[in-house]
């Protein structure tokens, strides 16, 4: 069962585009992580 879905999450900063088409699906009881660079997104995606 799908607990979560957000499908097509786009954040920018005026003309700097920092999360494009970002699709996620979370199941009830499921544990996920966000892994990338820094400066990469994962502070802005969960701001979302």
Not at 18 to 32: C, F, L, P, R, W
């Amino acid at each position: 069962m799908t607990y979560l879905r957000l499908q097509n999450i786009k954040k920018s900063f005026g003309n700097f585009l920092t999360n494009d088409n970002i699709n996620i699906s979370i199941a009830a009881g499921s544990i996920h992580a966000i892994l990338g660079e820094n400066g990469a997104g994962k502070t802005t995606l969960k701001k979302v």
